[in-house]
């Protein structure tokens, strides 16, 4: 099991620039998590899918902010143009369904995107 | 609605005591409580979760809570702090509901509270 892998590690970049951050979710796992981490907000949930479609976006800061899963395997987070508040940690994380609501599957993490906006 | 408080952001134990972090939940239908840890440059990871039945549950690395209604908290307790227990940990919250396949969605996050141990 590979775990919920996601690229690129750290980015640094300049404002006003786009910025895509990618995710690879667990295999079979269906439903798609975007967080933001930062000191002053916590863990911020940005967007939610489930079997590919955004279900929840009510999270996503501003219309700078995109997000899409084209397939079960792969997402994105985009940001452009990107500004220095938007310098933070970006977590992906995908789990299973809870069927009936009964089983508490758990979130599964990346290990983060380290955003910095100069 | 439903939030999380965890009781102090920052907990310095002794190799070897007793930890103890605390959090307490609100939520309007019976919960689905959750810890998670973080250690440094990772993401969180599940600690353990407590959903129906034995208010007691165990999770990894020794850890374990306790589900008390009557106080609305779910405590985190390990009996010996390890040098490798020092994280991140936070407390969650969330509501299953009946007829639905989702659940993370609605999970709550507390704030957090940074373990250190004292060597």
């Known amino acids: 099991d590979a775990g919920v892998i996601q690229s690129p590690r750290h980015e640094v970049t300049e404002m006003g620039q786009e910025v895509t951050l990618r995710c690879k979710p667990i295999s079979g796992h269906n439903s798609l998590f975007w967080y933001r981490q930062t000191m002053m907000r916590g863990l911020e949930l940005l967007i939610y899918?489930?079997?590919?479609?955004?279900?929840?976006d009510s999270g996503m800061p501003e219309d700078r902010f995109s997000a899409k899963m084209p397939n079960a395997s792969f997402s994105t987070l985009k940001i452009q143009p990107s500004e220095p508040r938007d310098s933070a940690v970006y977590f992906c994380a995908s789990s299973l369904p809870w069927v009936g609501g009964g089983d508490g599957s758990p979130l599964h993490f990346g290990n983060g995107t380290r955003l910095t906006v100069t | 609605a439903q939030s999380v408080t965890q009781l102090g952001s920052h907990v310095s134990v002794s190799e070897g005591a007793l930890v103890l972090l605390r959090c307490n939940y609100s939520?309007?239908?019976?919960?689905?409580l959750f810890w998670y840890v973080q250690y440094p440059n990772q993401g969180l990871q599940l600690l353990l979760k407590y959903t129906t039945g034995a208010t007691l549950v165990k999770g990894i690395n020794g850890f374990e809570a306790e589900f008390k209604k009557s106080e609305t908290s779910f405590h985190l307790t390990k009996p010996s702090a390890h040098m490798s227990d020092a994280a991140e940990y936070f407390c969650a919250v969330s509501a299953p509901y009946l007829g639905s396949n989702f659940g993370n969605e609605k999970l709550t996050f507390g704030t957090g509270t940074r373990l250190t141990i004292i060597p």
């Open positions: 939520s309007s239908v019976p919960p689905y």
């Open positions: 899918f489930n079997n590919n479609v955004p279900i929840d």
